[in-house]
């Protein structure tokens, strides 16, 4: 998830915006095989909160991308990814 901010600023630069779904498609893949090698609900507590963390947090920017439909909607995303800076 730390590429997001570079991905976006990509983006803006090239007008490519087929880069987002890339990056899309690579962190749902990635969330796959973390979630297949690693156990989230049955690990030790610390374990599993932090795993459950991470797993929220690949969902909510994931979520992001279902706006990808409407250009309004994608302008407003680019930019308040962009406002958010290094938070990604």
């Given at each position: ?6 991905v976006?600023?990509?983006?803006e ?20 095989s ?55």
């Amino acid at each position: 998830m730390l590429g997001l901010g570079t991905v976006v600023r990509d983006v803006e630069r090239t007008l490519e915006p087929h880069r987002l779904v890339n990056y899309s498609y690579a962190l749902a893949s990635a969330l796959t095989s973390f979630y297949d090698a690693c156990a989230i609900l049955k690990a030790d507590p610390p374990v599993r909160a932090s795993r459950l963390l991470l797993a929220q947090l690949t969902a909510r920017t994931l979520a992001a991308f279902l706006f990808l439909g409407s250009r309004a909607a994608y302008k407003s995303l680019v930019r308040n990814i962009l406002k958010l800076g290094h938070n990604y």
